[in-house]
């Protein structure tokens, strides 16, 4: 089983810890990109108009402008990097050591500076959205696509594919194995199932934990189903964009917090 998580928008800094090493991440067939959207993304980042470019307010000048250095900042495992209500949900630090494990097997999150990155892979803390473009590479989703596509897909091979990601991060990859199943979450307000950006990004990290923390994963749409029903009300549903796992949560619905 693989999950997808997209990053987080906020990222955790660290005040200590060597820079990354290019070589040493996951995929190093990615290794030429990401030395293209680095390079990219300093450059952008020294400009003047960068924070229009880049879509951030003036609140986030620091983290624009740590995006000129990030071969000297000091990096961490990702999963201590990224931050946000998802991950917050999925508690990394809390998970016994097993499922830490799985985590680490099973996870990769798809990023607009990095293509894909594991949980123990080591990166600094970065400011770049995949909705972003750049120049000389055009809109990042078009631009990753030709490139995360072979590497990801080898990776995945016949696995179930649980994609628990936004849109903006889901144009960047497509697996096309055709075991993949998205995780929508509708919460019920007035007696009708609406999206709720907060509750979605929440009940995805959720859903992450609980898959890790399973001795067996699931290998079909319908297992994953299964598992899910047993502590969601779930269901699966099929359109032009594949096939999903709905799951909806109750009007009362209150956020909980991993230990």
Same mark, same amino acid.
């Given at each position: ?35 293209? #959207? +680095? $390079? %990219?993304? !300093? ?5 003047? =108009? *960068? ?6 307010? /003036? ?91 072979? #590497? +990801? $897909? %080898?990776? !995945? ?5 649980? =994609? *628990? ?6 144009? /960047? ?87």
């Amino acid at each position: 089983m693989l999950i997808l998580l997209p990053p987080s928008e906020g990222k955790t800094a660290h005040a200590t810890g060597d820079p990354f090493e290019l070589g040493e991440l996951s995929f190093p067939e990615l290794s030429g990109p990401r030395s293209e #959207v +680095l $390079d %990219a993304l !300093a450059e952008v980042s020294a400009r003047e =108009d *960068a924070m229009d470019i880049l879509g951030v307010g /003036a609140s986030l000048a620091a983290e624009v402008a740590r995006n000129i250095c990030l071969h000297t900042e000091p990096a961490a495992r990702a999963h201590d990097i990224y931050s946000g209500v998802l991950f917050e949900a999925l508690g990394y630090a809390t998970l016994d050591g097993a499922a830490q494990r799985r985590a680490d097997e099973s996870i990769l999150v798809v990023s607009a500076l990095w293509g894909a990155v594991r949980f123990g892979d080591r990166i600094p803390p970065y400011r770049l959205s995949m909705s972003a473009k750049l120049d000389h590479l055009g809109k990042l989703a078009s631009w990753w696509k030709k490139r995360l596509t072979p #590497v +990801l $897909d %080898a990776v !995945a091979g016949d696995q179930l594919v649980v =994609d *628990a990601r936004s849109s903006t991060y889901a144009a /960047a990859y497509k697996p096309g194995n055709g075991n993949t199943v998205a995780v929508n979450v509708f919460q019920i307000r007035n007696g009708v199932p609406k999206v709720v950006s907060h509750f979605a990004k929440h009940t995805r990290g959720e859903v992450a934990r609980f898959l890790v923390e399973q001795d067996q994963a699931p290998a079909t749409a319908k297992e994953l189903l299964e598992l899910a029903g047993s502590r969601w009300e779930a269901s699966l549903s099929e359109d032009r964009k594949g096939l999903a796992l709905n799951i909806t949560l109750a009007e009362d619905h209150q956020f909980t917090t991993a230990k």
